[in-house]
């Protein structure tokens, strides 16, 4: 990826996933909060 985008880019293309992620772990984290979640192993 990083030869056919420039390094640059796909750094920028990275960081642009990993707050893509970021946001939606976030989202999650939020309708877990709104449930009684508690392991059980």
């Not at 990826?1 to 970021?22: N, P, R, S, V, Y």
């Not at 946001?23 to 909060?33: D, E, H, I, P």
Request: charged share 30%; hydrophobic share 50%; glycine share 2%.
């Amino acid at each position: 990826m990083a030869d056919k985008l420039g390094l640059a880019d796909a750094i920028d293309l990275l960081e642009h996933t990993l707050q893509e992620e970021d946001a939606a772990l976030n989202t999650l984290k939020v309708f877990a909060s709104e449930f009684d979640v508690t392991e059980e192993m």
